[in-house]
């Protein structure tokens, strides 16, 4: 079974639980947190990660890092199954997986847009009504910019591209005038 799969599974099965208790935000922040710790944390990494370390000792371990950071009961307990089914070392992916499944159920879509340089503020605005329209979901931005684009932008949501630079204009014509 992929990780993707894995991190899906255990996503939906975390949004049914924290969307019912009402803690979707604060857990998926203590989880985010969570992650970050471990990824910067060699000798977690290295314990969490490791099939030689004995469930025992990394139960322990879990267990003290939990009461010092005084998550909520369900991120204590989320973090434990993940560690009886060795899963821990997949939480990245199954925040990243969470943070997809909490917006689809909110009926929010993600978009990431590409542009040449910075984005003006009221162009953003105008950005967010048009994918909120194109969509028929609330759009949650976010921008980078990449100046071999050399202008025009490129969104893209999930799996669909809109590619309106100005580079991808010009491949397109040479293209056309080559064939």
Partial sequence: MSSETVARRYASALADVIIEKGE???VQ?????WGKMIAE???LLEVFGNPTVPYDKKGIILNELISRSRVRP?????????????RLSDLPQVNAKLAQVLDERAGVVSAEITSARPVAENTKALLEQKLTQLTGKQARLSFATDESLIGGIVTRIGSTVYDGSVSNQLRRLREELAG
């Fill in 41 to 43: 944390t060699s000798a």
């Fill in 24 to 26: 979707a935000v604060p």
């Fill in 74 to 86: 369900t991120t204590a307990n989320f973090l434990r199954t993940l560690l009886k089914n060795q």
């Fill in 29 to 33: 922040g203590e989880l985010a947190a």
